[in-house]
């Protein structure tokens, strides 16, 4: 056991504890593993709280200059999942990547094939197309005075939000967010980036 709760930013956590068998990420902020571990094993508590067995992980990644940390672990029913998050202070993800190694995870430095540096960049700017579009639409709609009234506030907000840009300031915003995608797909393509990555030994 790693004694030591990393301050941690992620999807609705702000802690992570290694433990004996398993990766624990909660919500709360500790400040000693006595406090999280007191406070995990309360069955009520409306923290959100992750874990991810070390059985479970098929790779630990993280691509050269970028803060974020991927595990990608075997979910329910044996599917691929992924979580992904970022240490909050300087030096803690080198000693999380030690303590990885000292549980035989193997690190291995390769540099990713164009496609696995571009396909999440190329699902990026497919869906901004869609989203452009369908904002078009709709502020085309707004202007001639078709379009269907507000159900909720989401649905308010968001038809203020199209009406004030207008059909131009949509395709402007759009265009400005497909052209930074395309952009990024370009350079990792001709230039894929390494990364490091920490997987199960096969020993």
């Known amino acids: 056991m790693f004694e030591q709760v990393f301050p941690v930013t992620g999807h609705k956590v702000a802690s992570l504890f290694a433990d004996d068998d398993a990766l624990c990420f909660s919500s709360q902020d500790f400040n000693s593993v006595a406090e999280f571990q007191s406070a995990w094993d309360k069955k009520l508590s409306l923290a959100t709280k992750v874990k991810i067995s070390y059985e479970a992980i098929r790779a630990v990644r993280q691509e050269d200059g970028a803060r974020e940390v991927a595990v990608a672990y075997r979910g329910l029913g044996g599917f691929p999942a992924s979580y992904n998050f970022t240490f909050r202070q300087s030096g ?24 696995r540096a571009t396909v999440n960049y190329a699902i990026g700017a497919v869906l901004v197309v869609a989203l452009t579009w369908f904002c078009y639409a709709e502020a085309l709609k707004l202007a001639s005075g078709t379009a269907a009234p507000a159900r909720n506030g989401k649905e308010e907000l968001f038809n203020e939000l199209v009406g004030t840009l207008g ?20 350079t990792r393509f001709t230039n894929p980036p390494f990364h490091q990555r920490f997987v199960p030994s096969a020993a």
């Not at 300031?169 to 995608?181: D, E, P, Q, R, S």
């Open 92 to 115: 803690d993800e080198e000693a999380f990547f030690t303590y990885l190694q000292q549980r035989h995870f193997v690190r291995q430095y390769e540099k990713l094939s164009p496609v």
């Open 167 to 186: 059909d131009k300031g949509v395709l402007a915003v759009g265009g400005l967010g497909l052209a930074y995608l395309l952009y990024k797909v370009w």
